[in-house]
């Protein structure tokens, strides 16, 4: 195939400058699949809302030191555009156990010192809920994460924080990716980390944020008396998966009085190869197999799983027949809510929980209960974040939860995103607490749960399309879908139709009203008993997401439910879908 122009040029450049590695360049000498050198070369990697996540290796559309220096000369140049002390004040850098996250973390700070911008680099891998808080506690301008979360070996990643300890506000992001595309040279210096160090332009930081990260997590507890006298009682097996989960999550549960963690070996030491799993990723029940067999063995009530930059937490409790449940990101979030709902003797009259659009419709249901405001925000945990800056400055409104349905909880205002670490406390401690208050396991509450406010059972599928033509792909299918107009998705009826890109909603009876949300590329089917479908395409990678959300009277209506519904709507899309890998 003949190489368009821009890749041409970028072989080019990529080869034959001296800027680049010899390694480099015998990467790309050496791949003979003229689609792979295009793949790599045609495009740069997008810097998207939270970041840059892609696959590791030489090119453009790939991620290596350079397009980290370039990334982070227009997170430099969008700090200098902003005018005032945030050079002075720098930026925190972080990172977890992926390959070449160190080395990624080490040149984000060599560019920014380079650009009189202080950075204040963490000694070894850290927790991205650290990161978060370690931007507020330090009074730094931003913050930078090297990670790419539970993806596969292959990826890795480069998360940008602003000043309020959150993701990036899409003005932010907008400005940094700017700033990246005007700058044309890929050739981004860097000035030799001793000078930059001596200049004060570059700072090791450590057990200092540790501690107080630690205590602002212990702060957060609900029952430390139980804990501290009882703690012992419960028996817990904790999995890092090879990251960066395993020193905080450990020094938290034994700060709070849970002495009875065993922490699977396998998994303990961080590995940036994740070899005794294929995707670290909580979510999936096969990341679970290791500390199932020692929670066998130990006798444990509760698994405990982090991922690789520990701010996602998956749980398992026992079955009353002893086998495990794998609760899925809406279960245990709303197990979490009830149990931080429950535990408060007086609730702020203007308390409020926070979740994405497309977590469980339960999680309304239970704050309604208890007389707490349900705000839905887009999809991505900085919206969450954004709530509670927004609440902070108004006066108006008290965070008391905040959850996504992708594993990611958080309670307290020390941290402006998900956080695993405290989350396992949380968890470790909800299910002592019930034990020993209630004589219930979490399995038991839950199923109590469903009872009280309704069996609402939720569901996830993703499909995946080709780099090469997968966005045409996907516009497709989301036109089509915007066409969908039928009244009933497998016997249950459709109240209405809303667009979030178009800022409307459907009724049922034709009537359309406008939506007070942000515009984005998301629809949703919501159905009569207040579930929902929704599709969503990733703004990272060639993929789209749909969720479902079906409620029934008992379990077995609502499971037949949600499969008739989830048949049914795929029915018309098959042909589509079917051209997915």
């Given at each position: 195939?003949?190489?368009?122009?821009?890749?041409?040029?970028?072989?080019?450049?990529?080869?034959?400058?001296?800027?680049?590695?010899?390694?480099?360049?015998?990467?790309?000498?050496?791949?003979?699949?003229?689609?792979?050198?295009?793949?790599?070369?045609?495009?740069?990697?997008e810097f998207g809302t939270g970041g840059m996540r892609g696959k590791l290796g030489a090119g453009t559309n790939r991620m290596n030191i350079y397009v980290v220096r370039k990334l982070t000369?227009?997170?430099?140049?969008?700090?200098?555009?902003?005018?005032?002390?945030?050079?002075?004040?720098?930026?925190?850098?972080?990172?977890?156990?992926?390959?070449?996250?160190?080395?990624?973390?080490?040149?984000?700070?060599?560019?920014?010192?380079?650009?009189?911008?202080?950075?204040?680099?963490?000694?070894?891998?850290?927790?991205?809920?650290?990161?978060?808080?370690?931007?507020?506690?330090?009074?730094?301008?931003?913050?930078?994460?090297?990670?790419?979360?539970?993806?596969?070996?292959?990826?890795?990643?480069?998360?940008?924080?602003?000043?309020?300890?959150?993701?990036?506000?899409?003005?932010?992001?907008?400005?940094?990716?700017?700033?990246?595309?005007?700058?044309?040279?890929?050739?981004?210096?860097?000035?030799?980390?001793?000078?930059?160090?001596?200049?004060?332009?570059?700072?090791?930081?450590?057990?200092?944020?540790?501690?107080?990260?630690?205590?602002?997590?212990?702060?957060?507890?609900?029952?430390?008396?139980?804990?501290?006298?009882?703690?012992?009682?419960?028996?817990?097996?904790?999995?890092?998966?090879?990251?960066?989960?395993?020193?905080?999550?450990?020094?938290?549960l034994a700060q709070i009085g849970f002495t009875h963690v065993f922490t699977v070996p396998e998994q303990e030491q961080p590995d940036g190869d994740f070899p005794t799993v294929s995707v670290?990723?909580?979510?999936?029940?096969?990341?679970?197999?290791?500390?199932?067999?020692?929670?066998?063995?130990?006798?444990?009530?509760?698994?405990?799983?982090?991922?690789?930059?520990?701010?996602?937490?998956?749980?398992?409790?026992?079955?009353?027949?002893?086998?495990?449940?794998?609760?899925?990101?809406?279960?245990?979030?709303?197990?979490?809510?009830?149990?931080?709902?429950?535990?408060?003797?007086?609730?702020?009259?203007?308390?409020?929980?926070?979740?994405?659009?497309?977590?469980?419709?339960?999680?309304?249901?239970?704050?309604?209960?208890?007389?707490?405001?349900?705000?839905?925000?887009?999809?991505?945990?900085?919206?969450?974040?954004?709530?509670?800056?927004?609440?902070?400055?108004?006066?108006?409104?008290?965070?008391?939860?905040?959850?996504?349905?992708?594993?990611?909880?958080?309670?307290?205002?020390?941290?402006?995103?998900?956080?695993?670490?405290?989350?396992?406390?949380?968890?470790?401690?909800?299910?002592?607490?019930?034990?020993?208050?209630?004589?219930?396991?979490?399995?038991?509450?839950?199923?109590?749960?469903?009872?009280?406010?309704?069996?609402?059972?939720?569901?996830?599928?993703?499909?995946?399309?080709?780099?090469?033509?997968?966005?045409?792909?996907?516009?497709?299918?989301?036109?089509?879908?915007?066409?969908?107009?039928?009244?009933?998705?497998?016997?249950?009826?459709?109240?209405?139709?809303?667009?979030?890109?178009?800022?409307?909603?459907?009724?049922?009876?034709?009537?359309?009203?406008?939506?007070?949300?942000?515009?984005?590329?998301?629809?949703?089917?919501?159905?009569?008993?207040?579930?929902?479908?929704?599709?969503?395409?990733?703004?990272?990678?060639?993929?789209?997401?749909?969720?479902?959300?079906?409620?029934?009277?008992?379990?077995?209506?609502?499971?037949?439910?949600?499969?008739?519904?989830?048949?049914?709507?795929?029915?018309?899309?098959?042909?589509?879908?079917?051209?997915?890998?």
């Amino acid at each position: 195939m003949a190489y368009t122009e821009r890749t041409r040029e970028n072989l080019r450049l990529w080869t034959e400058d001296d800027y680049f590695s010899s390694e480099t360049r015998t990467e790309l000498l050496n791949i003979t699949d003229p689609r792979e050198i295009e793949d790599r070369l045609a495009r740069d990697l997008e810097f998207g809302t939270g970041g840059m996540r892609g696959k590791l290796g030489a090119g453009t559309n790939r991620m290596n030191i350079y397009v980290v220096r370039k990334l982070t000369q227009g997170l430099a140049d969008a700090i200098k555009a902003e005018g005032g002390d945030g050079a002075r004040r720098g930026v925190v850098i972080a990172c977890d156990s992926r390959r070449f996250s160190p080395e990624f973390a080490r040149e984000t700070a060599l560019v920014l010192g380079t650009n009189g911008i202080r950075a204040f680099c963490f000694e070894t891998l850290r927790p991205t809920p650290e990161l978060s808080f370690a931007v507020r506690y330090l009074g730094a301008a931003a913050g930078v994460m090297v990670t790419a979360s539970h993806n596969p070996k292959n990826y890795n990643g480069y998360k940008v924080y602003w000043a309020d300890g959150a993701q990036l506000a899409p003005d932010k992001a907008e400005a940094i990716a700017a700033a990246i595309a005007k700058r044309e040279d890929w050739r981004v210096p860097a000035r030799p980390e001793a000078e930059l160090r001596a200049d004060g332009l570059l700072t090791t930081v450590g057990a200092e944020i540790d501690a107080a990260y630690l205590a602002a997590v212990q702060a957060q507890m609900l029952q430390p008396e139980l804990t501290t006298a009882r703690g012992g009682e419960l028996r817990v097996v904790f999995t890092p998966l090879h990251g960066a989960g395993a020193v905080p999550v450990q020094r938290i549960l034994a700060q709070i009085g849970f002495t009875h963690v065993f922490t699977v070996p396998e998994q303990e030491q961080p590995d940036g190869d994740f070899p005794t799993v294929s995707v670290p990723n909580p979510e999936e029940k096969e990341a679970f197999a290791l500390a199932r067999r020692y929670g066998d063995a130990q006798g444990a009530e509760l698994l405990l799983a982090t991922d690789p930059d520990s701010d996602r937490l998956g749980v398992c409790g026992r079955e009353p027949d002893g086998a495990w449940r794998h609760f899925t990101g809406n279960q245990a979030g709303v197990l979490l809510e009830y149990y931080i709902l429950n535990s408060h003797s007086a609730l702020p009259p203007d308390s409020r929980v926070v979740k994405s659009v497309v977590s469980t419709a339960l999680a309304g249901k239970i704050a309604e209960s208890f007389g707490v405001t349900c705000t839905e925000v887009p999809v991505g945990f900085k919206f969450i974040g954004e709530q509670i800056h927004a609440m902070e400055q108004s006066g108006q409104g008290t965070f008391i939860f905040g959850f996504e349905e992708s594993l990611g909880y958080l309670t307290g205002t020390y941290a402006r995103d998900k956080d695993a670490v405290l989350a396992a406390a949380l968890m470790a401690e909800a299910a002592l607490f019930f034990r020993l208050r209630t004589g219930k396991s979490l399995v038991d509450v839950l199923e109590e749960i469903y009872v009280k406010w309704g069996y609402f059972l939720d569901d996830q599928v993703a499909y995946s399309f080709t780099d090469f033509d997968g966005a045409a792909q996907m516009e497709a299918i989301m036109s089509a879908l915007r066409g969908d107009a039928r009244p009933v998705l497998g016997g249950t009826a459709v109240s209405s139709r809303e667009d979030f890109a178009a800022g409307e909603s459907r009724a049922a009876d034709g009537k359309v009203s406008r939506l007070d949300f942000p515009s984005m590329n998301l629809l949703r089917f919501s159905l009569a008993g207040g579930g929902f479908v929704m599709a969503r395409p990733s703004g990272t990678e060639p993929k789209i997401r749909f969720y479902f959300c079906v409620s029934g009277a008992n379990r077995a209506e609502a499971e037949n439910a949600l499969a008739a519904v989830r048949g049914d709507f795929f029915r018309p899309y098959a042909e589509m879908l079917n051209s997915s890998k």
